[in-house]
């Protein structure tokens, strides 16, 4: 009977050694369920999708886009989609991995951290949260050796964890999908300001090339006067022709071009009044182009004389 009752005591020693809060001691579940790892590509995409339209963004565990979007990039390396959305939800899951801490339920910390740390084993907050996990830990493994709940307060704690943990993150993901949202309409509202300036640019070198048709249609009975005035213009000799600056812009994205420049050359030689008559593509090169032409010199001359030339830009060269 001693030898019973005294195996007794180890048993019920043991059932409350474990403390309140603590991780258990089985290795932590892999960051995406076997389930989801045996779906096809076209199945995750779709269920990745969905679980980010319904703001089931990194929980519940087994059913979020994040576990998609994830199992989705070992199965198609290359998705553009998969990148472009786990780049999206990480800081979300940043935020979630320190409130799951904060509240004490670490299984759900391991479970999102092993999201964050299969997503992007680079990510600067990774050292920062395991080791701030693993004091959480100790401080309640004390803090429960101190305490010695019993069996009923550890059930009604661990209910009113899931709870919060459940209301929680219903709320910050909703948060997060309407950011998102509001970032992707934001994007959208650019990219449409940006066609808009693209089809005005387009409309307003129609026009151009358009007076530029009607002039060359003028009357021939024109044409000996501005042979003679040609003819009668002084010839111009450069003195100084400094080539102009590459905009840094276009050659980064290896653009080139050409830009056609009216100016005016003063006695003196120097030049006034220099302007974009024709540029391809348009006010990518436009500012350098007259900005050049300003510096220019050239021997003075008799009268002033207007006067075209084009400035090619060359990625290549």
């Known amino acids: 009977m001693l030898a019973l009752v005294a195996c007794g005591k180890k048993e019920d020693a043991a059932s409350t050694a474990t403390p309140s809060g603590a991780a258990p001691s089985a290795a932590p579940a892999p960051a995406v369920s076997q389930e989801v790892a045996a779906l096809n590509a076209d199945t995750l995409r779709d269920k990745a999708t969905k679980a980010y339209q319904e703001s089931r963004l990194y929980a519940p565990a087994g059913d979020n886009a994040m576990e998609y979007y994830l199992a989705l990039r070992d199965k198609a390396p290359g998705d553009p989609g998969a990148s472009s959305a786990l780049t999206d939800l990480l800081p979300m899951a940043v935020i979630a991995t320190e409130q799951s801490r904060d509240r004490e339920d670490f299984t759900e910390a391991q479970r999102l951290y092993s999201l964050l740390e299969k997503a992007d084993p680079s990510h600067p907050a990774l050292a920062r949260l395991k080791a701030s996990i ?9 803090r429960g050796e101190e305490e010695k709940l019993t069996a009923e307060q550890e059930q009604a704690r661990a209910a009113q964890l899931e709870k919060d943990r459940q209301q929680q ?6 948060q997060a999908a309407q950011q998102l949202a509001a970032q992707q309409e934001a994007e959208r509202q650019a990219a449409a300001q940006r066609e808009a300036e693209s089809k005005a640019a387009a409309q307003r070198e129609a026009e151009r090339q358009a007076a530029a048709q009607r002039e060359q249609q003028t009357p021939t009975a024109a044409a000996p006067k501005a042979e003679a005035e040609s003819a009668a213009a002084p010839t111009l000799r450069p003195v100084s022709t400094p080539q102009p600056r590459y905009p840094m812009d276009a050659l980064r994205a290896g653009q080139s071009g050409e830009v056609e420049v009216e100016f005016t050359v003063g006695t ?11 540029a391809n593509p348009p006010r990518v090169f436009d500012r350098e182009a007259v900005a050049a032409v300003r510096r220019w010199r050239f021997e003075p001359v008799p009268t002033a004389v207007t006067t075209r030339r084009k400035i090619g830009f060359s990625a290549s060269k």
Not at 134 to 142: C, F, L, N, R, S
Not at 169 to 174: F, K, L, P, V, Y
């Open 169 to 174: 993150q219903a709320a910050q993901q909703q």
């Open 268 to 278: 003196d030689g120097t030049v006034t009044g220099a302007r974009v008559v024709r």
């Open 134 to 142: 693993t004091a959480a830990q100790e401080a309640v493994t004390k």
